[in-house]
């Protein structure tokens, strides 16, 4: 038993759940072709525009040193939260995170139950079927732009991993 939760903590670390980025993951300026955006789905909690809006992005670091993403923000949305899904005593919920890492040569695969991003919408004009323009923002002054399509609250999403086939599953309410 101890030596399976050495080795999840140890998982933890090699994925960057748990890591720092100013010490344990070096972070450079990596060129524009070594960060790439490779899926990025953005499901509405509710279809009148209440409630927040979850992100599930793929991001591909190609580079030789590790990365943190630190920040998503949209004009339209204001800036998210980078989440982490967490089995509390209550159960299921999640907490907010300063940053994510992406270790070297490594994917970062957001998904309902683990890492996403949450856009609280007081206020926000956001329907259905429209295009959200995001800034991604990396440790060391980086960002990337991308745009994904607002998807219906409920709506199945394509589970995309880097050089795997796509299936599809379920956004969390």
């Given at each position: 038993m101890g030596r399976c939760l050495i080795l999840r903590a140890a998982g933890l670390v090699a994925i960057g759940l748990i890591a720092d980025p100013a010490s344990s993951t070096p972070v450079e300026n990596p060129?524009?072709?070594?960060?790439?955006?490779?899926?990025?789905?953005?499901?509405?909690?509710?279809?009148?525009?209440?409630?927040?809006?979850?992100?599930?992005?793929?991001?591909?670091?190609?580079?030789?040193?590790?990365?943190?993403?630190t920040g998503i923000k949209s004009s339209t949305a204001g800036k998210a939260k980078i989440m982490q899904a967490a089995l509390m005593a209550s159960g299921q919920d999640a907490e907010a995170k300063d940053f994510v890492a992406i270790p070297p040569r490594s994917e970062l695969l957001m998904k309902p139950g683990g890492v996403f991003v949450r856009f609280d919408l007081s206020g926000a004009e956001i329907r259905p079927g429209t295009d959200l323009a995001l800034t991604l923002e990396f440790a060391g002054a980086f960002s990337k732009q991308v745009t994904s399509v607002i998807q219906a609250g409920g709506s199945e999403l394509t589970d995309h991993h880097h050089g795997m086939k796509q299936t599809r599953i379920r956004d969390e309410k």
């Amino acid at each position: 038993m101890g030596r399976c939760l050495i080795l999840r903590a140890a998982g933890l670390v090699a994925i960057g759940l748990i890591a720092d980025p100013a010490s344990s993951t070096p972070v450079e300026n990596p060129s524009q072709d070594q960060i790439k955006i490779e899926h990025a789905a953005f499901v509405l909690s509710s279809n009148d525009g209440s409630g927040w809006l979850n992100g599930y992005l793929v991001i591909w670091n190609g580079s030789t040193h590790g990365v943190a993403l630190t920040g998503i923000k949209s004009s339209t949305a204001g800036k998210a939260k980078i989440m982490q899904a967490a089995l509390m005593a209550s159960g299921q919920d999640a907490e907010a995170k300063d940053f994510v890492a992406i270790p070297p040569r490594s994917e970062l695969l957001m998904k309902p139950g683990g890492v996403f991003v949450r856009f609280d919408l007081s206020g926000a004009e956001i329907r259905p079927g429209t295009d959200l323009a995001l800034t991604l923002e990396f440790a060391g002054a980086f960002s990337k732009q991308v745009t994904s399509v607002i998807q219906a609250g409920g709506s199945e999403l394509t589970d995309h991993h880097h050089g795997m086939k796509q299936t599809r599953i379920r956004d969390e309410k």
